[in-house]
């Protein structure tokens, strides 16, 4: 279907020329896909659906698939799934533009590499966590605490509000 070096590169020529209304399914599996030089999906699936509108073509996508992730507790790699859906329109021409500003190329070739990329970095957390309970590093040596107890304690009146503890 698609060109390995392109794989969400396809041609929705003969869209333009259906009616208002008329819809066609792109299903996008792949084992793993490099989006960019700083994504990479493994387990990927898509399916975009292209619907033909007065003002241009209309994308609908709903996308998943997992990546690896760093925790930001313990510094462990970790594989984070994603999940996202996207509506775009691909204009005809300028009056009906929208604040994308995508036009449908020349060639008529829809290439949805940089879209896919951007929606799926979006899902990505702020703070990426393994696992709700990490423990995380240890504050002295540095051990990661979910593999192993270091025996370091913190120092009772280190924080300013040790003192409140007496109070309960």
Request: hydrophobic content about 35%; overall charge negative.
């Amino acid at each position: 279907m698609s060109n390995p070096r392109r794989p969400f590169r396809f041609n929705v020529g003969f869209i333009i020329h259906e009616e208002v209304g008329y819809v066609h399914e792109f299903a996008f599996d792949f084992e793993t896909v490099k989006i960019a030089d700083d994504l990479e999906l493994r387990h990927f699936h898509g399916l975009a659906q292209v619907s033909r509108t007065p003002q241009g073509l209309l994308l609908q996508g709903s996308f998943s698939g997992e990546t690896t992730l760093e925790c930001v507790r313990c510094l462990s790699a970790f594989e984070q799934g994603l999940v996202w859906e996207m509506t775009e329109l691909y204009a005809f021409d300028s009056r009906s533009v929208t604040d994308s500003g995508l036009f449908i190329p020349d060639d008529a070739h829809l290439d949805l590499q940089e879209l896919i990329r951007e929606y799926a970095l979006l899902e990505f957390p702020i703070k990426p966590v393994c696992k709700p309970d990490c423990k995380g590093l240890c504050t002295v040596c540095g051990e990661n605490l979910n593999e192993r107890d270091c025996g370091h304690r913190p120092e009772q009146g280190s924080s300013p509000f040790s003192i409140l503890k007496d109070l309960l």
